[in-house]
């Protein structure tokens, strides 16, 4: 079994990669069936520690990536690219913790291996 521990970084990183290699020899594959971590996981380790720099923006920056923001009494997720947000990946929430879950579960979360 691969610790919780691990898979976080992992997933948090984009760094599953580095867990096949280590655990699969190096098949992505057979990694997709040993997760074990939880949404419910990432979502209180992010809560705890937040993101990693640089990949989830949540104050108004320049920077290309995933924003979370405060907006209106709600929460706002989109993706910016050179200045441009993308309207379609746009979503309002009514509380951080709605905003959170959807990041969590739309961009982060390992996707199950149906082979």
Known sequence: MIPKDEQINAILNAREWELASKYTHSNINQL????????????????????????????????????ILEDNGGWVVYEKERGHIYEETKRLFSSHDEALEYVIATYYMPKPNHT
């Open 32 to 67: 997709a069936s040993q997760w074990t971590i939880a949404e419910a996981d990432l979502i209180e380790h992010v809560k705890v520690h937040g993101f990693p720099a640089g990949w989830v923006w949540t104050r108004t920056e320049t920077y290309d990536g995933l924003y």
